[in-house]
């Protein structure tokens, strides 16, 4: 009896924290809390004790036209009075060490507190900027809220973790007169790009133009050097050639022992033999002598 007791006190005792959670010790009857806030597991306490869950994963908060989002988009003013409403969503986690804390200043309604503070937020950051910013700064804006946020929610044992601006709506006229400004602004841009592109081709044109002008010169000075080489080549040849005759003839002068125009006329008479049927006529007895073929 006494372990079956035992058992039934374990089993009124026990309370479990979920992986997604953090546990917070409470006791019903003294309303008093523990002095830290516990992770997920099971854990035996007093009957008169369990655990207030507190998430430990990140929540969103989103005011938007969503069906799932915590409140509708809000409106405020910019800068220079226009009306804007801004859809915002961002998410927050709590810090475990100050979760004591958290149940002191808001006991477990924490997370209305946390969308009064972000709707304070949104409304005094979104007043901060003018309209053309939303249009050129959003990312800028979007830190800024995010930042701002983060500071606020530090006051509450909480950190905002990320933050997305998702739409901007400013009056109509507005949105189409900066659209309007938009577009003059791209055709500006397209036409300097235009004249842009148009003095790159001229200067192309141009370089084009001088590049083929140098291959004309140099294809020019090429031939007139090639010729004046072929010709020097040529000269040069033909005064080797004679030069080599000059010294054969010296040499055949000196070992057949002939003066210049006995030279002279032996060659003569060689070339008249070298042609084909050649005859020479000699006025000896009108004798004729045949040579050749």
């Keep these: 009896f ?11 005792s026990m309370d479990v924290v979920e992986p997604l959670e953090y546990g917070l010790p409470y006791n019903k009857f003294t309303k008093n809390i523990g002095k830290e806030a516990y992770d997920n597991g099971r854990y035996i306490l007093n ?17 938007s036209q969503n069906k ?20 915002v969503s961002f998410q927050y986690q709590l810090i475990k060490e100050k979760i004591p804390d958290l149940y002191n200043l808001a006991n477990i309604n924490f997370h209305s507190t946390y ?34 946020m983060d500071n606020e929610l530090l006051k509450a044992y909480g950190h905002c973790i990320s933050l997305q601006l998702l739409k901007i709506e400013l009056p109509k006229t507005y949105e189409d007169s900066i659209v309007q400004t938009q577009v003059e602004i791209q055709k500006i841009n397209m036409r300097k790009f235009e004249q842009s592109a148009e003095l790159i081709r001229q200067n192309s044109l141009v370089i084009i133009s001088e590049a083929e002008q140098k291959i004309r010169v140099t294809n020019a000075t090429g031939l007139a050097e090639a010729s004046r080489i072929k010709a020097f080549a040529k000269a040069n040849a033909l005064n080797n050639t004679v030069n080599a ?7 055949a002068m000196d070992e057949l022992g002939f003066t210049p125009d006995q030279l002279m006329n032996y060659i003569y008479l060689d070339s008249i033999m070298n042609q084909n049927k050649a005859k020479l006529l000699f006025d000896v007895n009108s004798f004729i002598l045949n040579y050749g073929k």
């Design 115 to 148: 969308v009064r503070i972000s709707r304070d937020v949104i409304l005094k950051v979104g007043g901060m900027f003018n309209a053309t910013d939303y249009w050129m700064n959003r990312v800028e804006i979007a830190e800024i809220m995010k930042q701002t």
């Design 68 to 87: 799932i989002a915590e409140s509708t988009p809000l409106q405020t003013r910019t800068g220079e009075g226009l009306a804007v409403i801004l859809s």
């Design 47 to 63: 009957p008169f004790k369990s655990f207030l869950k507190y998430p430990k994963n990140l929540v969103t908060i989103e005011f």
């Design 2 to 12: 006494f372990i079956f007791l035992v058992l039934i006190y374990l089993l009124i």
């Design 245 to 251: 005759e000059n010294m054969m003839y010296k040499m």
